[in-house]
């Protein structure tokens, strides 16, 4: 099992900027994917961004293209998402979570009922 951590939510002004981070525990050392998802109330959760622990490789959804970066610290065991140009519709509770499921071959999953471990979220407010 991974305990995930994260922090850096808050209210900031639309078109600003937050930095999340998400600092894990455990097994650290079988996670394959972090993975970075949303849930806005009334809202289904959505994935955000991911990250291959391995290799660095990335996917992210088609609302953040080009406005949010998802990087790791391996050192740190540590996950962030760098938010800019933020917009009233990314306001949500943003989640950490940790695949550590083999798959052969191993690939960044996007259903977050494949992700084995959850942090308790971080509130992110965007004003208009």
């Known amino acids: 099992q991974v305990q995930l951590v994260e922090s850096g939510g808050g209210l900031v002004q639309a078109g600003g900027s937050l930095r999340l981070s998400c600092a894990a525990s455990?097994?650290?050392?079988?996670?394959?994917?972090m993975g970075w998802f949303r849930q806005a109330p009334g809202k289904e959760r959505e994935i955000v961004a991911a990250?291959?622990?391995?290799?660095?490789?990335?996917y992210y959804a088609d609302s953040v293209k080009g406005r949010f970066t998802i990087s790791r610290d391996n050192a740190k065991n540590t996950v962030y998402l760098q938010m800019n140009s933020l917009k009233p519709e990314d306001t949500a509770v943003y989640y950490c979570?940790?695949?550590?499921?083999?798959?052969?071959?191993?690939?960044?999953?996007?259903?977050?009922?494949?992700?084995?471990?959850w942090g308790q979220g971080t509130q992110v407010t965007v004003s208009s």
């Open positions: 979570a940790a695949d550590w499921t083999l798959r052969i071959p191993q690939r960044i999953v996007r259903q977050g009922e494949e992700y084995d471990d």
């Open positions: 455990g097994r650290t050392s079988s996670v394959y994917v």
């Open positions: 990250i291959s622990w391995s290799d660095g490789s990335t």
